[in-house]
C-alpha cells in the first residue's frame, strides 16, 4: 500500500465464478428496486447468462439494474460486450475514470461522460478525492467528495455505490444521491480493510 491509501489488488472471486441462472431468484430479483451487478463475473460464460436472466426480470418487473465496470482489465477484456450492455440493459451505471476511458476508448474522462450521457438513465463517475460526476435526465453534477483522512481505498468504490442507490432507492436527487455516496467512501477509506463500520450515521450537506 503506498502512503496516500492506494493498494494493488489482486481479485479472487470464488464461488462467485460458479455463478449460473439456476442461482437467480426471480421473486427476489422482482422485489428489489435495484439489482447490482458486477462486470467481474463477466469473464464467466454462465455468469453472463445469469446476468442476463437477472437484466431481464428486473426489467420485467419494472425494475432498475445497476452495473459496476468493476475493474479496467475487466473493460478490457469486455470493451464491445460492456457497451453493449450499457447501451440495451443498464439503467445506472458506476465506473471510476479509468474504467470511463477505457471503455469509451478516449484520454479525459468529460470525454468519456459526454459519449455516454443518455446512454442509460444515469451514468456515475467517481474520481477519487476530486468526488464524482453524475449524469441523468438532462442533469449533469460534479460533487465533492466527502474530507477524509485516507488510510485504504479498499472497498470505496462499492462503499459508493451503496451510498449512491442508499439515496435513489429512497427517492432523493441525483446531486443528493452523489453526496450520500461519496460520505459512505469517506468512512471506508478512514480505517484498514474494506468492512463497513457498524452504526454509521450519513447526514446530510
Known amino acids: 500500500m503506498t502512503p496516500d491509501g492506494e493498494r494493488t489488488m489482486c481479485t479472487y472471486l470464488g464461488a462467485c465464478a460458479e455463478l449460473g441462472p439456476e442461482d437467480i431468484d426471480a421473486r427476489q430479483v422482482a422485489s428489489a428496486a435495484v439489482t447490482y451487478l458486477e462486470g467481474y463475473l463477466w469473464d464467466r460464460p454462465r455468469a453472463k447468462d445469469a446476468f442476463r436472466l437477472a437484466m431481464s426480470l428486473t426489467h420485467q418487473a419494472d425494475r432498475r439494474v445497476a452495473l459496476s465496470l468493476s475493474d479496467g482489465f475487466c473493460v478490457e477484456r469486455h470493451r464491445a460486450e460492456f457497451l453493449d450492455l450499457v447501451r440495451s440493459g443498464v439503467d445506472v451505471l458506476f465506473a471510476n475514470e479509468d474504467e ?77 444521491c452523489a453526496h450520500l455516496g461519496s460520505a459512505a467512501a469517506a468512512r471506508i477509506i478512514s480505517h484498514l480493510g474494506s468492512h463497513a463500520i457498524p452504526d454509521i450515521t450519513i447526514r446530510r450537506g
Open 100 to 176: 470511463i476511458r477505457s471503455l469509451c476508448q478516449v484520454s479525459t474522462t468529460d470525454a468519456a461522460v459526454a459519449q455516454l450521457r443518455g446512454a442509460c438513465e444515469i451514468l456515475v463517475v467517481t474520481r477519487g478525492e476530486k468526488g464524482s460526476v453524475v449524469a441523468g435526465a438532462g442533469v449533469q453534477y460534479e460533487v465533492p467528495a466527502v474530507p477524509a483522512a485516507v488510510v485504504d481505498t479498499t472497498g470505496a468504490g462499492d462503499a459508493y455505490a451503496a451510498g449512491f442507490l442508499h439515496g435513489l432507492t429512497r427517492g432523493a436527487g441525483l446531486h443528493e
